[in-house]
Structures are given as structure tokens and as C-alpha cells.
């Protein structure tokens, strides 16, 4: 198995939210009740716009991210 961590690139973004909402109600045990339109534009407008975002790829596979701010 490969692990590679890649800065975000915009074009991840349907992928991306897609598996942070799935891995969130695995984890949680609930379906989110938010569009996923809703959460796609939340990810660009709040999550990129004030965080660098780091992608988790394990074998070419999207399997997690990061989001931090210096603050």
C-alpha cells in the first residue's frame, strides 16, 4: 500500500465531501439530514476559504483529510 498526502485541489471537492459525510454517519450513527449540495458549498466557502487542506490517498484512493489554520 501507498500513502501519499497532497495539498486539496478543487476538483476533489464532490469526492471529498462525499466521504466526509459517509465516514461522519458511519462514525456517528446517523444520516446527515444536510444536502449535499449545502455541504459541498459550506467545504468551499468555510472549510478551504480559512484552512489548508491536506488529502490522505491511499492507493490513488481519497481515504481522509486534514483542515488547519495557523490560529
Given at each position: 500500500?501507498?500513502?501519499?498526502?497532497?495539498?486539496?485541489?478543487?476538483?476533489?471537492?464532490?469526492?471529498?465531501?462525499?466521504?466526509?459525510?459517509?465516514?461522519?454517519?458511519?462514525?456517528?450513527?446517523?444520516?446527515?439530514?444536510?444536502?449535499?449540495?449545502?455541504?459541498?458549498?459550506?467545504?468551499?466557502e468555510k472549510v478551504v476559504a480559512s484552512n489548508?487542506?491536506?488529502?490522505?490517498?491511499?492507493?490513488?484512493?481519497?481515504?481522509?483529510?486534514?483542515?488547519?489554520?495557523?490560529?
Open positions: 500500500m501507498t500513502l501519499a498526502l497532497e495539498p486539496f485541489a478543487p476538483g476533489r471537492t464532490d469526492e471529498l465531501v462525499r466521504m466526509w459525510r459517509e465516514s461522519f454517519e458511519a462514525g456517528v450513527g446517523i444520516v446527515d439530514p444536510h444536502p449535499i449540495a449545502e455541504q459541498i458549498l459550506y467545504f468551499e489548508t487542506v491536506i488529502v490522505a490517498m491511499l492507493d490513488g484512493t481519497l481515504a481522509g483529510f486534514v483542515a488547519a489554520n495557523p490560529a
